[in-house]
DNA sequence: AAAAACTTACCTAGTGTAAGGTAGGTAAAT
DNA sequence: ATTTACCTACCTTACACTAGGTAAGTTTTT
């Protein structure tokens, strides 16, 4: 039904299409470089385009770091969501599912531990973006554990705001090694070794 | 017995003097900027140089990061044993008092955390430093914990390769945590935990 | 339905400035 | 007499972003 080969039709449509390019090269090179690192003009070549003509989209790099990260944040949790749903509630599961699928995109992996990293001045463009993630996140797990313990899924001997911060501070430590050595770290079976210790 | 004041006497004594400012200079401006983010003007204006002065010392950007890196990794590894010395070399005990150390040098843990990431890209001049860094401590540790699980110190139902990797995550990922919020987090308390659920 | 008016997606060319590093010198220490 | 520590002045490149234009798409007017 559709003309694809070399005209793309309308303006919305290649409006949108060219965003959705963008992201994605902007993502890569993040990744790779680092905000302070990463070159506009990178993007802008992977993405095909020039650099003003990147510009015209996104009025400086960072508003564009800002609508990665934006971005990233609303597929993940959406994913979470959804895993959590499938697995009847239950956390620990749903926890290692999301460790196995991180597993599968390291370039994602690698952005936010970077961004992460760099964000920690507080002059940087995402510093608060991962501060409020961050409690918004702990929030919403100290809720699910406490549930958990309830129910008996985990145990009750440590508080559940501990368990949060152990459980994020295992998962971005994971990620750091196996970034580092991919084929020497099997981050989801650490991942459930961990969670084993916090069976009841 | 030493004359301070205005004129500092030996050369070599000036040149000491001046390599560890700028030592210490470039080891806060790394910490709070990352290697990209570092400006060579200002690591020079902080150890009162310009930059010309400081790249007579470190012949540039690149040497001066290695050692920077070199400097601190001597200085922990002494620490590190000292400690596992005064403790009776009983590990768990000798490693939380490393992280109640981390907590009084926020700068050099933000320094090692920051560093850490900028280095996952393979063309990052502290790259090997990192791995060699990893794989070295790693060794360390698993030989420590395989001693303490034959003295029954830490549990024996998990390798000793696998609780070293968790060991780490942990630290990094508590400090990553405590770097971003550092009234809400107690990381040596955090570890402390974590070290109780390693016992056998 | 077609022309006119406007908006959008980009481009080429250029600007300002920052940053790593060099050249070559002076003055103090050896 | 020579080496060392450091400076001023400069160079080159890189990089985020602007100015101003063109051509295609879209809306309005007749």
Redesign the pocket.
């Known amino acids: 039904m559709k003309q694809s080969p070399t005209?793309?039709?309308?303006?919305?449509?290649?409006?949108r299409?060219?965003?959705e390019k963008i992201i994605r090269s902007a993502t890569e090179t993040f990744a790779q470089k680092g905000f302070?690192?990463?070159?506009?003009?990178?993007?802008?070549k992977a993405a095909?385009?020039?650099?003003?003509?990147?510009?015209?989209?996104f009025?400086?790099?960072?508003?564009?770091l800002m609508e990665v990260l934006k971005e990233r944040d609303r597929i993940d949790s959406e994913r979470m969501r959804a895993t959590l749903q499938q697995n009847g509630n239950h956390l620990l599961e749903a926890s290692i599912e999301l460790v196995e699928h991180n597993q599968t995109v390291p370039g994602l992996v690698q952005l936010f531990n970077l961004l992460l990293a760099e964000s920690i001045s507080a002059d940087h463009p995402a510093h608060e973006f991962f501060i409020e993630r961050y409690q918004r996140e702990r929030e919403h797990w100290v809720q699910a554990i406490t549930q958990a313990q309830q129910n008996g899924e985990v145990r009750a001997d440590i508080s559940a705001e501990t368990l949060a911060i152990l459980t994020f501070a295992m998962m971005d430590g994971l990620q750091v090694q196996w970034l580092m050595e991919p084929e020497k770290i099997d981050m989801s079976e650490l991942y459930r070794v961990m969670m084993e210790m916090l069976r009841a």
Do not use: C, F, V
Request: aromatic share 0%; no cysteine.
């Open positions: 005209p793309r039709r309308t303006q919305a449509e290649r409006t299409a060219s965003r302070r690192g990463a070159k506009m003009a990178d993007i802008a095909n385009l020039t650099e003003p003509g990147l510009l015209h989209h009025p400086s790099k960072t508003h564009l």
